[in-house]
T-cell receptor
Framework: AQSVTQPDIHITVSEGASLELRCNYS??????LFWYVQSPGQGLQLLLK??????LVQGIKGFEAEFKRSQSSFNLRKPSVHWSDAAEYFC??????????????FGKGTHLIIQP | NAGVMQNPRHLVRRRGQEARLRCSPM?????VYWYRQLPEEGLKFMVY????????ESGMPKERFSAEFPKEGPSILRIQQVVRGDSAAYFC??????????????FGEGSWLTVV
């Protein structure tokens, strides 16, 4: 079974500074990988996803993520954060076999705090 | 094209009462999934349904919880005799079937259940 680890429960970053949120997955083959963002009391918004091809994927709101097979990682980055980026971020993995969302496994999330 | 619609957004129930959460999938989507998010946790898969059929309920608690997706109308997640530990956000997602599923999954805004 697949699993996802987000090692950082909380991260504090100054506005304008760069950001990297870590995500490590465990799965026997190439997975589908996702990053979602959740603002307080809100639903999930898909930031970006990796299925195949270029290992550096661009998402919405200026986010990008890089798939590194050798490290089983899919870290999320943003060069300059804005106060509106404060939210909970979830990494998720699904099997490459293309199963439906029953295969989506989420990490526990990283809470991002933006300092003025 | 409306997204995945969940209602109610917020629900308060006393211990022992029943909670019913509804989910209308995106137009054209025939697969529905329910996830639960406990406080300070990631999303945990509960159940995967097609119209009139439960595909995978491996994440559902054995007692008090049930789900259906009738031929007509929304999917319903039903929690009988609620307890305080059922307080959580319940998210619904929908997708196209099969291998397209993971490419087309969309989440609703969630239903927040509070048991008092």
């Amino acid at each position: 079974a697949q699993s996802v680890t987000q090692p950082d429960i909380h991260i504090t970053v100054s506005e304008g500074a760069s950001l990297e949120l870590r995500c490590n997955y465990s799965y026997g083959a190439t997975p589908y990988l996702f990053w979602y963002v959740q603002s307080p009391g809100q639903g999930l918004q898909l930031l970006l996803k990796y299925f195949s091809g270029d290992t550096l994927v661009q998402g919405i709101k200026g986010f990008e993520a890089e798939f590194k097979r050798s490290q089983s990682s899919f870290n999320l980055r943003k060069p300059s954060v804005h106060w509106s980026d404060a939210a909970e971020y979830f990494c998720a993995v699904a099997p490459y076999s293309g199963g439906g969302a029953d295969g989506l496994t989420f990490g526990k999330g990283t809470h991002l705090i933006i300092q003025p | 094209n409306a997204g995945v619609m969940q209602n109610p957004r917020h629900l308060v129930r006393r211990r022992g009462q029943e909670a019913r959460l509804r989910c209308s999938p995106m137009k054209g989507h025939s697969h529905v999934y329910w996830y639960r998010q406990l406080p300070e946790e990631g999303l945990k898969f509960m159940v995967y349904l097609q119209k009139e059929n439960i595909i995978d309920e491996s994440g559902m608690p054995k007692e008090r919880f049930s789900a259906e997706f009738p031929k007509e109308g929304p999917s319903i997640l039903r929690i009988q005799q609620v307890v305080r530990g059922d307080s959580a956000a319940y998210f619904c997602a929908s997708s196209l079937p099969g291998q397209r599923g993971v490419h087309t999954i969309y989440f609703g805004e969630g239903s927040w259940l509070t048991v008092v």
